[in-house]
Structure formats: structure tokens, C-alpha cells
């Protein structure tokens, strides 16, 4: 016989819980020894009692004001998350035009380097002692007195010119 039929029919006996049938259908116990270490020693019976509650009749009442506290916290997360995104997209936005802006700066410094090299080389390619040691192992000779006519006519009008047969220069080489 276990502790909780004992309790039961003890109970039952006293008649506090009706017939008997209705003790021990309502009465659970568990029996659980007392002791430390590896000796266990007889110990009491817990008795658990079971209870049902009806909670269908309750009826939750609704806090306004909490409701309200709520949805205030709520806004302000909501407003302070937003601030701190706005915030975010910003930083991070001026850091990529810094990166965009010195990639660039860097782009021109290399242009600047390509274009003064092209200028000297293109100084060098004009040094007029350069164009007559070329045309002399071409075979080529100064031109002489009247073999040259200037093809600028700063004399004429300064509107639109076009080509005429007569503003053409004629070299004239002699073999």
C-alpha cells in the first residue's frame, strides 16, 4: 500500500472528501525518501493535492494608459532608429565619396605626369637642330632665297577663308 492510498482511505475513513471512491480519485501523493549520501532512511510522504480552477469567467481588462505608455515607447525606438540609420547612411556615404574623391585626385596626378611627359616629348620632337640632323641624312638642303612663300595671310579679311590654289606655298627643290 502506498502513502497516497493510505492518506486516502484515512481521509476517506474521516468522510472530509465523501465516498471513498472520490478520495482517491482526487487525492495524489508521491513518495519521496529523505536522506542523504548513499543510506536512505524511511522518510514522510508528500501529499499533493489536486486543485482544478476555472479561469473561463475571467475577463482581461484592458489599461488604456498602458496601452498608450506602449505605443509612446514604441514611437520613440521607432524615431531613435531611424535618426541613428539617417546617421549611419551619412557617415558611411561621406567615408565612399573620401575614397572616390582620392582615387580621383590620384587619377589626375597621373594625368598631369602623362601630359608633361607628351609635352616633353613633344619639345624634344620640335628641337629645330633635331629636324635639320634628320633632314640632312635625308638628303634634304635649306631652302634658298625666294624658294619659300609664308602661308599666313594676316593681310586679308578675318572672316571665314577658304582654300585657294593661290595661298598654297610651293617649295622648289633642286637635284
Do not use: C
Not at 19 to 26: I, L, M
Not at 89 to 106: D, P
Amino acid at each position: 500500500m502506498s502513502a497516497a492510498q493510505w492518506l486516502a482511505g484515512n481521509l476517506a475513513a474521516q468522510n472530509w472528501f465523501g465516498p471513498r471512491e472520490e478520495a482517491s480519485a482526487r487525492v495524489q501523493g508521491v513518495y519521496s525518501p529523505v536522506g542523504t549520501g548513499r543510506r536512505i532512511s524511511a522518510g514522510t510522504p508528500e501529499v499533493y493535492f489536486a486543485k482544478n480552477i476555472d479561469n473561463s469567467r475571467l475577463v482581461k481588462v484592458t489599461d488604456h494608459q498602458r496601452t498608450r505608455e506602449m505605443a509612446m515607447f514604441s514611437a520613440s525606438v521607432a524615431s531613435l532608429f531611424l535618426l541613428v540609420m539617417i546617421y549611419a547612411f551619412q557617415h558611411f556615404s561621406s567615408i565612399e565619396y573620401g575614397y572616390k574623391t582620392e582615387a580621383q585626385m590620384k587619377q589626375r596626378d597621373e594625368l598631369i605626369e602623362a601630359n608633361r611627359s607628351l609635352r616633353l616629348e613633344e619639345a624634344a620632337l620640335r628641337d629645330p637642330q633635331r629636324i635639320d640632323v634628320l633632314a640632312r641624312r635625308m638628303g634634304l638642303d635649306s631652302p634658298q632665297a625666294g624658294q619659300l612663300q609664308n602661308l599666313d595671310s594676316n593681310s586679308e579679311s578675318t572672316g571665314p577663308v577658304m582654300a585657294r590654289i593661290s595661298d598654297v606655298a610651293v617649295v622648289a627643290m633642286a637635284r
